[in-house]
């Protein structure tokens, strides 16, 4: 059982060049999301999904886009990347209902120069 | 929107004394608290959780207690060990039929042998 994975673990991106973060889990969550973390600043909801179909704006979502493909996978495109989206992105889901707890993927650092 | 202030930033403790962590919140509708743990270079995981209806709840040395009215929570960790060092983060969110949560910015937890 993977939980969620996310992939790339690592990348590096040039201003102005475009990219797309992946991320699938494998337990029949209905609700997905992405975060971003910073230091000093915690975890900051970039977009969500609350089911198949559906998608939000979560806290920061200037310079991101998303799109659920499925209820597996989840993912966040950079259209024109800046060297303020240098993070590291989770995503993240649930089942919602009685289980609240959030299940983490294993993060992307992205370095954008 | 919901905010959660965690306080204090950095903790350093001596192997077996006791940590508490402390945090606020603004959402009067906020009903369900987890805390999460991460360990450096790895994913944010659940470690505790706590709903509106219960003033305390306890597993082994972690425990956390609510306080509705005065709307804060806090983080008690006993007995601490060397592997408990991490950030913990603490969350507030309205629990439904899918759950948008708010993260405090963490607290670095060290506990020196």
């Known amino acids: 059982n993977a939980g969620v994975t996310q992939t790339p673990k690592f990348q590096v991106l040039k201003t102005g060049q475009s990219m797309t973060l992946q991320c699938a889990q494998d337990?029949?969550?209905?609700?997905m999301y992405w975060y971003r973390q910073d230091p000093g600043m915690g975890l900051r909801l970039i977009y969500y999904s609350a089911s198949e179909g559906t998608t939000d704006k979560g806290e920061v979502p200037n310079g991101y886009n998303v799109s659920r493909l499925n209820k597996r996978e989840f993912s966040l495109r950079l259209e024109s990347a800046a060297p303020s989206q240098t993070s590291v992105y989770f995503c993240a889901s649930s089942e919602g209902g009685s289980d609240l707890g959030y299940t983490f993927g294993s993060g992307t650092r992205l370095t954008v120069v | 929107g919901e905010n959660v202030e965690q306080h204090p930033s950095t903790l350093s403790v001596q192997e077996g004394d006791s940590a508490v962590i402390k945090c606020t919140y603004s959402d009067s509708a906020s009903n369900y608290f987890p805390w999460y743990k991460q360990e450096l270079g790895k994913r944010p995981q659940l470690i505790i959780d706590?709903?509106?209806?219960?003033g305390e709840k306890k597993d082994q040395r972690i425990a956390v207690t609510l306080n509705k009215t005065a709307k804060h929570f806090s983080l008690h960790i006993t007995e601490t060990q060397p592997e408990d060092s991490a950030v913990y983060f603490c969350?507030?969110?309205?629990?439904?039929?899918?759950?948008?949560?708010?993260f405090g910015t963490g607290t670095k937890l060290q506990v020196i042998p």
């Open positions: 337990m029949n969550h209905n609700s």
């Open positions: 969350a507030a969110s309205i629990a439904g039929g899918y759950q948008k949560v708010t």
């Open positions: 706590i709903r509106s209806n219960v």
